[in-house]
Protein backbone atom coordinates (compact mmCIF):
# COMPACT_ATOMS: atom_id res chain seq x y z
CA UNK A 1 0.00 0.00 0.00
CA UNK A 2 1.42 3.34 -0.49
CA UNK A 3 0.00 6.14 0.92
CA UNK A 4 1.09 10.38 0.89
CA UNK A 5 0.36 13.38 3.27
CA UNK A 6 -0.97 15.76 1.17
CA UNK A 7 -0.97 19.55 1.38
CA UNK A 8 -3.65 20.55 -0.69
CA UNK A 9 -6.66 18.88 -2.67
CA UNK A 10 -8.60 20.93 -5.27
CA UNK A 11 -11.08 19.24 -7.17
CA UNK A 12 -13.58 19.78 -10.35
CA UNK A 13 -16.78 18.49 -11.11
CA UNK A 14 -16.46 15.81 -14.37
CA UNK A 15 -19.06 18.12 -16.32
CA UNK A 16 -16.37 21.01 -16.39
CA UNK A 17 -14.29 18.70 -18.03
CA UNK A 18 -13.27 18.95 -21.51
CA UNK A 19 -10.74 16.20 -21.84
CA UNK A 20 -8.57 13.89 -19.45
CA UNK A 21 -5.66 11.72 -20.63
CA UNK A 22 -3.43 10.12 -18.12
CA UNK A 23 -1.94 13.10 -16.24
CA UNK A 24 -3.48 15.72 -18.63
CA UNK A 25 -6.63 17.51 -17.58
CA UNK A 26 -7.91 20.09 -19.57
CA UNK A 27 -10.72 22.42 -18.03
CA UNK A 28 -13.75 23.90 -19.82
CA UNK A 29 -13.17 27.69 -20.36
CA UNK A 30 -13.64 30.18 -17.26
CA UNK A 31 -13.53 26.59 -14.74
CA UNK A 32 -10.83 26.59 -12.06
CA UNK A 33 -9.79 24.19 -9.88
CA UNK A 34 -12.02 24.58 -6.15
CA UNK A 35 -9.82 24.33 -3.02
CA UNK A 36 -10.98 21.70 -0.59
CA UNK A 37 -10.80 23.82 2.91
CA UNK A 38 -9.53 21.19 4.72
CA UNK A 39 -8.83 21.14 8.85
CA UNK A 40 -5.97 18.42 8.38
CA UNK A 41 -3.78 17.12 6.06
CA UNK A 42 -5.55 15.16 3.34
CA UNK A 43 -3.76 11.44 3.06
CA UNK A 44 -4.05 9.81 -0.24
CA UNK A 45 -3.29 5.86 -0.29
CA UNK A 46 -2.89 3.28 -3.41
CA UNK A 47 -3.51 -0.47 -3.61
CA UNK A 48 -2.91 -2.53 -5.84
CA UNK A 49 -5.03 -5.70 -6.03
CA UNK A 50 -5.56 -8.55 -8.03
CA UNK A 51 -8.12 -11.46 -8.47
CA UNK A 52 -6.56 -13.36 -11.05
CA UNK A 53 -4.04 -12.89 -13.87
CA UNK A 54 -6.07 -10.13 -15.82
CA UNK A 55 -7.58 -8.26 -13.05
CA UNK A 56 -5.53 -6.25 -11.42
CA UNK A 57 -7.07 -3.22 -10.12
CA UNK A 58 -5.53 0.01 -8.93
CA UNK A 59 -7.49 1.65 -6.12
CA UNK A 60 -7.28 4.72 -4.88
CA UNK A 61 -8.62 6.39 -1.33
CA UNK A 62 -8.26 10.23 -0.60
CA UNK A 63 -9.37 11.36 3.03
CA UNK A 64 -9.56 14.48 4.40
CA UNK A 65 -11.69 16.32 7.52
CA UNK A 66 -13.38 19.62 6.93
CA UNK A 67 -15.30 22.11 9.10
CA UNK A 68 -19.71 20.67 7.76
CA UNK A 69 -21.07 23.41 5.90
CA UNK A 70 -24.19 22.93 4.45
CA UNK A 71 -23.09 25.36 1.53
CA UNK A 72 -19.98 23.49 0.67
CA UNK A 73 -20.83 21.90 -2.74
CA UNK A 74 -19.21 18.65 -2.05
CA UNK A 75 -21.26 18.26 1.44
CA UNK A 76 -24.62 20.00 -0.29
CA UNK A 77 -23.95 17.44 -3.46
CA UNK A 78 -22.04 14.74 -2.26
CA UNK A 79 -22.95 12.35 -5.59
CA UNK A 80 -22.07 14.22 -8.55
CA UNK A 81 -18.34 12.61 -10.13
CA UNK A 82 -15.21 14.57 -9.18
CA UNK A 83 -11.86 14.64 -10.22
CA UNK A 84 -8.94 15.40 -7.77
CA UNK A 85 -5.59 17.34 -8.00
CA UNK A 86 -3.40 16.32 -4.97
CA UNK A 87 -0.50 18.77 -4.12
CA UNK A 88 2.34 16.74 -2.12
CA UNK A 89 5.72 17.31 -1.44
CA UNK A 90 7.06 15.60 -4.61
CA UNK A 91 5.17 17.42 -7.00
CA UNK A 92 1.19 17.43 -8.01
CA UNK A 93 -0.87 14.25 -9.26
CA UNK A 94 -4.46 13.39 -10.11
CA UNK A 95 -6.87 11.21 -8.72
CA UNK A 96 -9.90 10.32 -11.11
CA UNK A 97 -10.47 11.18 -14.66
CA UNK A 98 -13.42 11.56 -16.95
CA UNK A 99 -14.38 8.44 -18.12
CA UNK A 100 -13.25 6.98 -14.00
CA UNK A 101 -14.57 9.66 -11.81
CA UNK A 102 -14.06 9.44 -8.15
CA UNK A 103 -17.03 8.23 -5.69
CA UNK A 104 -17.67 10.76 -2.14
CA UNK A 105 -18.63 8.88 0.72
CA UNK A 106 -19.34 11.64 3.64
CA UNK A 107 -19.60 11.06 7.35
CA UNK A 108 -20.26 13.56 9.67
CA UNK A 109 -21.15 14.76 13.52
CA UNK A 110 -22.79 18.20 12.02
CA UNK A 111 -19.07 20.12 13.46
CA UNK A 112 -16.68 18.21 10.90
CA UNK A 113 -17.45 16.13 8.42
CA UNK A 114 -14.78 13.79 6.68
CA UNK A 115 -14.64 12.90 3.18
CA UNK A 116 -13.42 10.28 1.70
CA UNK A 117 -13.27 9.81 -1.87
CA UNK A 118 -12.46 6.39 -3.84
CA UNK A 119 -11.81 5.31 -7.59
CA UNK A 120 -10.92 1.60 -9.08
CA UNK A 121 -8.83 1.40 -12.39
CA UNK A 122 -7.27 -1.19 -14.24
CA UNK A 123 -3.79 -1.41 -14.12
Not at 58 to 83: C, E, F, G, H, R
Request: with cysteine; aromatic share 6%; hydrophobic share 35%.
Amino acid sequence: MNKTICNIIEYVLRSELVLSSGEEITLQPGVLWKPVQSISKPVYQSETSQSGLENALNKQTVSVQVKYDKTNSLIAKPLLPVILKMHSDSGIFYVGSYDLPVRLTLTSNKITATLTFKTASPV
